[in-house]
Every structure is written in C-alpha cells, then in structure tokens.
C-alpha cells in the first residue's frame, strides 16, 4: 500500500512531512490512519499540525 501526503492541500514527501511534524509523531499518525483506512477507506485521514493552521492529509493507494 503506498502513503501520499498532502501539506495545506498540496502533495508534498515524507521529507518534508517528517520535518513539519517529527519523526515520531508522523509515525503514529500512519499507523492510525492505517487502522482506520482498514475500517473505511472512505474517511478522510487529516490532522492540524503547527502553529499557522497547517492540515496535514495521510492518503492511501
């Protein structure tokens, strides 16, 4: 399964993602979105990041 990534509305890499949100917490949010990508893969994976209102969206393929 591959992961896209999608910073503000734009596809952006795992590089960058890793360095708006951390390492560490990026993993955990694949993993939840994973299980809940499982459950309905209709349900938009997204999640505020940052101080400015950034939205981070975790899709699958």
Same mark, same amino acid.
């Given at each position: &399964?591959?992961? !896209? #990534?999608?910073? %503000? *509305?734009?596809?952006?890499? !795992?590089?960058?993602?890793?360095?708006?949100?951390?390492? *560490?917490?990026? +993993?955990?949010?694949? !993993?939840?979105? !994973?299980?809940?990508? &499982? +459950?309905?893969?209709?349900? /938009? %994976?997204?999640?505020?990041?940052?101080?400015?209102?950034?939205? /981070?969206?975790?899709? #699958?393929?």
């Amino acid at each position: &399964m591959k992961t !896209k #990534f999608y910073l %503000n *509305g734009k596809k952006t890499t !795992k590089k960058a993602a890793i360095e708006t949100v951390g390492a *560490g917490r990026l +993993e955990e949010m694949i !993993k939840e979105s !994973k299980e809940i990508f &499982m +459950e309905d893969p209709y349900v /938009l %994976n997204s999640y505020l990041v940052g101080a400015g209102g950034k939205t /981070l969206t975790i899709e #699958f393929c």
